[in-house]
């Protein structure tokens, strides 16, 4: 039976070894870096998930508050300031091999995006490498539409995704 956890920064270590040994299966251009400082800004928020099936983490989602600073996906659309403050975005996602296909990050997807709009902010942002099938299926699921494609992260392609909470 799938189980849906909130993680904190008392997930730290499990998250980043999660990470760290998926990672390695997964192309390099889908995903830009993720180092421990970024996965714990992202555990300061409220808005990180992940799923468990009889105690084995299975899933990990994570969502940050990027505020006014130039890694807001918001510049890339031509934001104003107002709208940069309601932004916060997806930046990872990652579900182990035996349980792809199986929903699971359609619904840690779904938890972020419920959690985002509960504590009323307006706009949810994500990126993904275009040729990323299954994380593109998996956002429009949950409302998110692309926006622009754009070269980020050293030049890699991504297409910005958008989802108003309104």
Do not use: W
């Amino acid at each position: 039976m799938l189980h849906i956890k909130n993680l904190t920064q008392v997930d730290l270590d499990v998250v980043e070894t999660f990470f760290a040994e998926g990672l390695k299966n997964v192309p390099k251009a889908y995903f830009s870096s993720l180092d421990r400082p970024l996965i714990d800004k992202a555990l300061q928020t409220p808005f990180s998930y992940a799923a468990f099936e009889e105690d084995k983490l299975i899933g990990v989602t994570l969502a940050t508050i990027p505020g006014i600073t130039p890694n807001n996906y918001g510049y890339d659309l031509d934001y104003s300031k107002e709208q940069l403050q309601q932004v916060t975005q997806l930046i990872a996602g990652l579900v182990v091999p035996t349980a792809k296909a199986k929903g699971v990050g359609t619904q840690l997807i779904a938890e972020n995006c419920a959690a985002i709009c509960r504590a009323g902010f307006q706009i949810i942002l994500g990126t993904i490498h275009p040729e990323n099938t299954a994380s593109i299926k998996m956002v429009l699921k949950n409302g998110l539409v692309p926006k622009k494609q754009v070269l980020k992260y050293g030049g890699l392609p991504r297409i910005i995704f958008e989802r108003f909470c309104f």
